[in-house]
C-alpha cells in the first residue's frame, strides 16, 4: 500500500497549462520516522509517505486497518511574507508545479489518494488535513508543509486485482475493465502491473494454459478472431520489483472475467 501511494503521487499531475506532474518520481519517498533536516529534499515540492501503526479488523480478519501521513513542502522564493508558499505566486504556465503555494499542492495530494477507492482490496479513507506554519529559511525563503493523514484497509495477504467487464465488441475485438468507468482501472493503475493476457480454450478454465495464449497487451483490449462457443479468458499479471522481469503473481478468475462467445 505505501508503494501504491507513491505511485499514485509521482503520477498526478496538474490539471492546465502544460500538465506536468505535481512531484514526479525522485520528488516521493516512503519514509519511516519523522526526517532530520539533513534528510529533508532540496528539489520543492517533495512529499514523503509515513507508514504508521496498522491493526486487524475484527469484522474481517482477512482485511487490516494502516495508517500513514502524506508529508508534503513547498519552497517560494522572493516573498518576504510568505504568502506565495502558502496559497502560490505568479507563474506563466498553470501546468508546472513553480510557483505554487502549499494549498494548491495539497489539493493535488488529496485527488490523488482519494482515486484510491477499494476496488482492487485496498481503500483510503482520509482521516485529518492540518497545514504547517510556514518557516522562514532566509534569504526571502519559506517552507510551506502540509500534512494529510491516511487510514487504508488494505488485504493482510498478498491480492492480484482480476480484469471484470470482458466484452466482445465485434468478431475480433476483445475489450475488458478494471473494475471502474474509466476503463482499465486498478489493474493498469497498480504500481506492480505488468501486462494482460487473453486466452481462448475449449472449456471454461480457472488458470492461464500456456497453449491457450492469443494476446498479451498492456491496454485494456486486445484483437483476436472469435470462434464461436469457445471460451475466453482474461488475466492480469504483476511484478512488484521489475514490470519488465518475469511474472510474480497473476489474478484469479471473477465474475466478468471469462465468456463464451455466441
Not at 235 to 250: E, K, L, P
Request: aromatic residues 6%; charged residues 15%; negative net charge.
Amino acid at each position: 500500500m505505501a508503494q501504491q501511494i507513491k505511485h499514485k503521487l509521482t503520477t498526478v499531475a496538474w490539471p492546465g497549462g502544460s500538465a506536468e506532474v505535481v512531484f514526479g518520481t525522485r520528488s516521493v519517498h516512503v519514509f519511516a520516522g519523522t526526517p532530520t533536516e539533513d534528510q529533508i529534499p532540496s528539489g520543492f515540492p517533495w512529499a514523503m509517505v509515513n507508514i504508521g501503526t496498522g491493526a486487524p479488523d475484527e469484522d474481517h480478519p482477512e482485511l487490516m486497518e494502516q495508517d500513514f501521513t502524506v508529508l508534503a513542502a513547498v519552497d517560494v522564493a522572493g516573498d518576504p511574507l510568505g504568502e506565495f508558499s502558502v496559497i502560490g505566486g505568479a507563474t506563466g504556465d498553470l501546468g508546472q508545479s513553480s510557483s505554487r503555494g502549499i494549498l494548491e499542492v495539497a489539493e493535488r495530494v488529496r485527488s490523488a489518494v482519494q482515486n484510491l477507492t477499494g476496488a482492487d482490496g485496498a481503500k483510503i479513507l482520509l482521516s485529518s488535513v492540518s497545514t504547517g506554519a510556514v518557516d522562514a529559511l532566509g534569504g526571502g525563503r519559506h517552507l510551506a508543509m502540509d500534512s494529510l493523514g491516511l487510514t487504508a484497509v488494505c488485504t493482510s495477504a498478498l491480492h492480484y486485482a482480476a480484469p471484470q467487464k470482458l466484452i466482445l465488441t465485434g468478431a475480433d475485438a476483445f475489450t475488458w475493465a478494471g473494475g471502474d468507468l474509466n476503463g482499465d482501472g486498478h489493474c493498469a493503475e497498480r504500481f506492480d502491473f505488468k501486462q494482460y493476457r487473453l486466452y481462448e480454450s475449449d472449456a471454461a478454465i480457472t488458470a492461464p494454459v500456456v497453449d491457450d495464449l492469443v494476446a498479451t497487451v498492456t491496454v485494456a483490449s486486445a484483437t483476436h478472431t472469435a470462434v464461436s462457443s469457445s471460451f475466453y479468458t482474461v488475466f492480469a499479471d504483476y511484478n512488484a520489483r521489475d514490470t519488465t522481469g518475469s511474472v510474480v503473481g497473476t489474478s484469479s478468475v471473477e465474475v466478468g472475467s471469462s465468456l463464451q462467445a455466441p
